[in-house]
């Protein structure tokens, strides 16, 4: 098109044109994550499991942290968390907030991990890994469990004292040792799998708790309970689907295990 057939002929601009506004993509639930800065792995699962939920969408913020997991590493994100949820879609509400990181929930306190994010978002339900693993346990009944981790051991000998204060023994414990996040979250699926059914095999527990939100397992849960005949569950498998349930989704979602069909208890 010639300059002077633009001057006749000017390109068509149409302003206000008709439309309609629809729920939108989180319709029926709103979930807010915040997400380690180091975690690979969270978010992938959690897209894979909502994946098939009409109008229930996640939207996260990542929150800086160390790679290195030690205790003082960990409590450092305590004083950042109120400001990565109010990153989260700001102005609009969220119908809960999970906090991705097993281990500085701990550390920080799971109350306390509330109280930060409610600083920025008040009146929001929150949850964290271990708070999201209790309610499995005592959805899926158990009582006594075996303990997965990647973490060194005074991580987790302090992890078994958290849950047996709480009134979970941890008669059976395995880690991979692997102090580093970004190596963490690179422990393949075989790996897991074949040391969750080496400890959750043993007669003194009736479940597998898989921590830290690095290590997958949601593609394997179903088919890892079925060879063990005993439920599993894991950091981000229990957040996924307790934020779910505090967000008033009740519905079942198949192929994930038996969790995912579980009311809260």
């Keep these: 098109m010639t300059a002077q057939q633009l001057e006749r002929d000017p390109p068509l601009s149409r302003q206000h ?49 160390d790679p290195r997991i030690t205790p003082e590493t960990l409590a450092l994100m305590e004083a950042r968390l109120a400001e990565a949820a109010d990153l989260i879609l700001p102005g609009l509400p969220l119908d809960v907030v999970g906090y991705g990181c097993t281990s500085a929930s ?16 008040p009146g929001v339900a929150t949850t964290t890994p271990v708070t999201a693993a209790r309610a499995a346990f005592q959805a899926l009944g158990m009582k006594r469990i075996a303990l997965l981790t990647p973490y060194v051991d005074s991580i987790n000998q302090w992890m078994r004292r958290y849950f047996e204060e709480r009134g979970v023994p941890v008669p059976v414990m395995g880690s991979f040792t692997e102090e580093n ?44 309970e079925a060879r063990l005949g005993k439920p599993v569950t894991s950091s981000n498998h229990a957040l996924i689907w307790h934020c779910l349930r505090l967000a008033g989704i009740e519905d079942g979602v198949p192929g994930y295990g038996r969790l995912f069909h579980a009311p809260l208890a």
Excluded: K
């Design 181 to 224: 996040d970004n190596e963490a979250a690179r422990i393949s699926l075989d790996s897991i799998e074949a040391a969750a059914l080496e400890l959750g095999s043993d007669p003194s527990v009736d479940g597998v708790f898989v921590s830290c939100t690095s290590l997958r397992l949601v593609a394997v849960a179903e088919r890892l």
């Design 17 to 65: 044109l008709p439309h309609s506004l629809d729920p939108g993509l989180a319709g029926r639930a709103r979930i807010g994550l915040i997400v380690l800065a180091s975690d690979h792995t969270i978010e992938h699962e959690f897209h894979r499991v909502l994946g098939g939920l009409e109008g229930v969408a996640v939207y996260g913020s990542r929150v800086r942290n």
């Design 106 to 121: 701990m550390v920080i306190g799971e109350e306390a991990v509330g109280d930060r994010i409610r600083e920025s978002r």
